[in-house]
């Protein structure tokens, strides 16, 4: 009979292996998106929420690469290949230019935006939220750099909208 350490080892190792596939299905180009929410027992009275998700964006003109978007609090490491469920989870982003703008939307249930605090520094914007056992941390690389004065923002029902001109 296997442990509920063996059981929680096999789990992560087995979305270790699923991270992996993502990465091959993100270089053949092939359009996906999936997302879960799953409970893992420790050893202790607790259990871990693990949340795993991505998204493949596909660009309007052939020349655009697809990408693929990952977010959650299930990471694996690039060296070690060893799985963690993390306390901070990444939020499903997406950055759309606009003709006279861009805008950054992300997707973070449960934080109103008084929750929600933003960096801006040239052409990287960080987004850190916490609101109880929500917590949502994400760094994103915009297409160019912005003055943090042309940022306006909002916030509804756990969705973020980011406008920045320029």
């Not at 789990?11 to 799953?38: C, I, N, P, Y």
């Amino acid at each position: 009979m296997m442990s509920k350490k063996g059981n929680v080892e096999g789990m992560l190792r087995g979305l270790g292996d699923l991270v992996g596939k993502l990465s091959e299905l993100a270089e053949k180009g092939e359009s996906l998106k999936k997302t879960g929410l799953f409970d893992i027992d420790t050893n202790g009275p607790n259990k871990a929420k693990a949340v795993y998700g991505f998204s493949m964006k596909m660009g309007l003109n052939e020349d655009q690469e697809p990408t693929m978007e990952s977010f959650g609090n299930v990471h694996r490491d690039e060296v070690t290949g060893e799985t963690t469920v993390q306390e901070v989870s990444e939020p499903l982003i997406d950055v759309i230019e606009e003709a006279d703008h861009i805008l950054v939307l992300a997707e973070m249930p449960g934080v109103a935006d008084e929750d929600i605090h933003l960096d801006l520094k040239g052409d990287v914007l960080v987004l850190h939220a916490e609101k109880g056992s929500k917590k949502y941390h994400k760094e994103v690389l915009l297409p160019r750099s912005f003055d943090d004065k042309t940022l306006e923002r909002s916030c509804h029902n756990g969705i973020l909208e980011i406008k920045l001109k320029g």
